[in-house]
């Protein structure tokens, strides 16, 4: 087995949680739609760097997200640390309430039904997979 089949399957595995985030999180806006002062939020892009610089040889591109430190002088004047779980707030809204909500059951609905489309494109990719490597070690495909 080649370490692109093993990175396929990790690189796989990364989006499709991505996606089950990302759905947990319209699930959570669509329940706040009506409640006052809500804005609505998404995840930010998967950082898919680590799979690239797995592949990377001596003059190889690489990819990297920044990395930013948090000093006492940022603190001081108002900054925090980053979120982990790559919560943001969602930039992309059609309209806002007049008391501050601006959940749209329209946006979310349709966002909604990308990450079911995504999730059943890569499911089937997972798949497609899972059976080469079965019929490379003679298991059936």
């Known amino acids: 087995m080649s370490g692109s089949n093993i990175n396929l399957l990790q690189g796989l ?3 499709m949680r991505h996606l089950s ?3 947990r999180v319209i699930a959570q806006n669509i329940a706040n739609s009506e409640t006052p002062g809500y804005r609505s939020r998404d995840l930010s892009a998967p950082d898919f ?4 610089a797995a592949q990377g040889q001596a003059g190889a591109p690489r990819v990297e997200r920044p990395r930013v430190t948090l000093t006492s002088g940022m603190t001081a004047m108002g900054a925090t640390a980053g979120n982990a779980s790559r919560l943001i707030e969602d930039s992309d809204v059609s309209e806002t309430k007049p008391d501050g909500n601006n959940v749209t059951l329209e946006d979310q609905l349709l966002r909604m039904g990308q990450v079911q489309a995504d999730f059943a494109t890569l499911t089937g990719l997972y798949r497609k997979q899972m059976g080469l490597l079965r019929g490379a070690i003679g298991r059936g495909g």
């Open 49 to 52: 760097s680590s799979l690239v």
């Open 13 to 15: 595995n990364q989006a």
């Open 21 to 23: 985030d990302r759905q």
